[in-house]
């Protein structure tokens, strides 16, 4: 079949056919004014499990994600804090790379921020004015929008539509209400840079044309970003691009839905919204990843604790299912190949995707082969899950340890309180042992056992409980019994 994506551009499906040996992509970045939200890394998200799918498929590919470091908001936040917005920018991004690093995101290739990149903006500005396409008042430039006559055609806007609603404020020297700023004078107080029409700084979505286009070139194969940009952002994108080189700009448009929050876009000028920090702090990374990945990417997804904590427990059995394996080999050859491939070619299909996993855990559960845990683990690779062990709860099976021992009377058989002596002698032994967890959950196992045997079922079923109500499930097989972490 081959891979097929959404265009934004043509409003179709396409099948996807690279411009050239490398594949060249450009994602939106932040505004870095703030930290980010988990709507925010949703659409970084979107790039990573995309390029990991290309370079699955053999594809070469080279990234590029920009950093708005200077604009109307953080001059605003520099303003509100009484702090350089260069430190405020800084903060911010580290924040936003430390986020990417714990959810496995892969780092772009280039990072670059407007305001190193002012000579690749008045470079591209004088160009506009030269070809008619663009016009200087009171030191301000602004891109005049009837002279271009494909704008609307990504947003599928009428011009003559959005006429009503576009407005002049009495700082702007304007011809048209259409036209959009592409550099602005420098106000008293604000950063700004020289340029051939005064001090000022580059308009929000100047940079993001020039910067791409030093980087990836005139024409690249595809660019990304959510959904709420795509007018009137990158509809100007296209028109100053297209207007400066006389060449198609990006060839295809993918764009991601929203994380909602009461029904409502996540958005940091309303205040209403998650900082992925936050949510970090409640949720490991890999369940983040699968709550995201549940939805396909072009469809909005509505935040919730109930919705992180479904996905908590169905990555609980992924992982308690792979961690019931030691030494996995890898494998070149994973079951259900054509299925899973057949759904990311499907404009990244990865709700699919994540149902084909599923399957192969419930055949693993039903026969133990490694052949199925070994495509369960090459398939999770794929969708940029990282490894990591099941959570420990360790002070909660301790507490059960306590609650047990205190019910061994004196009264009760010789034997049995000998035995549960000897193992908690053992739990002291095996304090410093990096098998803590699974040693001291199996000294209850033992002592059940032992119980069962001594038909003391009304405290042997009380480790069950109690074990249960932590998240660890009990499978007994004759004598011997083993456990699994789950979710609580």
């Not at 009137?232 to 100053?240: F, K, M, V």
């Not at 009461?262 to 709550?291: C, Q, W």
Request: net charge negative; aromatic share 10%.
């Amino acid at each position: 079949m081959g891979l097929k994506l959404f265009n934004t551009f043509s409003g179709k499906v396409e099948d996807f056919k690279p411009l050239g040996e490398v594949v060249r992509i450009y994602s939106c970045g932040l505004t870095v004014q703030s930290a980010p939200h988990i709507g925010h890394m949703r659409a970084y998200m979107v790039r990573d499990v995309l390029v990991r799918w290309l370079v699955h498929l053999g594809y070469k590919v080279k990234t590029l994600e920009n950093f708005t470091d200077i604009d109307d908001k953080i001059i605003e936040k520099q303003k509100e804090q009484k702090r350089d917005w260069r430190i405020i920018a800084e903060e911010n991004i580290a924040k936003y790379l430390d986020a990417c690093d714990k959810l496995n995101i892969k780092r772009a290739d280039f990072y670059p921020r407007a305001s190193q990149h002012i000579e690749e903006i008045i470079e591209l500005v004088n160009k506009l004015i030269e070809k008619g396409f663009a016009y200087e008042k009171g030191g301000d430039v602004y891109f005049k929008v009837r002279s271009f006559g494909n704008y609307g055609k990504l947003s599928k806007k009428n011009i003559d539509d959005l006429v009503s609603g576009a407005r002049c404020v009495p700082t702007e020297h304007k011809d048209d209400p259409l036209d959009f700023a592409l550099w602005k004078a420098a106000k008293s107080g604000e950063p700004y840079w020289d340029s051939p029409w005064g001090k000022g700084r580059p308009g929000w979505h100047i940079e993001c044309s020039a910067m791409s286009m030093h980087y990836l070139g005139e024409t690249f194969d595809i660019h990304t970003g959510g959904e709420d940009l795509i007018f009137p952002h990158h509809e100007n994108e296209i028109a100053q691009s297209v207007a400066g080189t006389g060449k198609e700009f990006a060839r295809y448009w993918l764009h991601n839905g929203w994380v909602t929050l009461s029904g409502e876009k996540m958005a940091k000028s309303t205040g209403h919204y998650f900082l992925i920090e936050d949510v970090l702090k409640d949720y490991r990374p890999n369940i983040i990843r699968l709550y995201l990945l549940k939805t396909q990417y072009r469809h909005q997804i509505e935040f919730s604790r109930e919705r992180l904590n479904e996905a908590k427990a169905a990555y609980l059995r992924i992982q308690t299912y792979i961690h019931g394996f030691e030494n996995l080999p890898e494998t070149t050859e994973p079951l259900k190949l054509k299925e899973f491939t057949e759904a990311m070619d499907d404009d990244i299909n990865t709700p699919m995707a994540l149902g084909i996993i599923f399957d192969l855990i419930k055949q693993g559960y039903e026969k133990e082969s490694l052949d199925i845990a070994a495509s369960v683990m090459f398939y999770l690779n794929i969708l940029g899950f990282a490894q990591d062990k099941p959570e420990q709860p360790i002070d909660e099976v301790m507490e059960v340890l306590r609650e047990v021992k205190a019910q061994l009377k004196p009264e009760k058989s010789t034997l049995l309180n000998a035995a549960a002596q000897d193992l908690w002698n053992q739990l002291e032994s095996i304090k410093s042992s990096n098998e803590f967890f699974p040693n001291i959950v199996n000294v209850l196992l033992n002592m059940r056992n032992r119980l069962r045997k001594e038909k003391d079922y009304k405290l042997a079923d009380f480790i069950r409980e109690r074990l249960a109500q932590k998240g660890i499930q009990i499978f007994d097989k004759g004598d011997v019994s083993t456990f699994r972490v789950e979710a609580k």
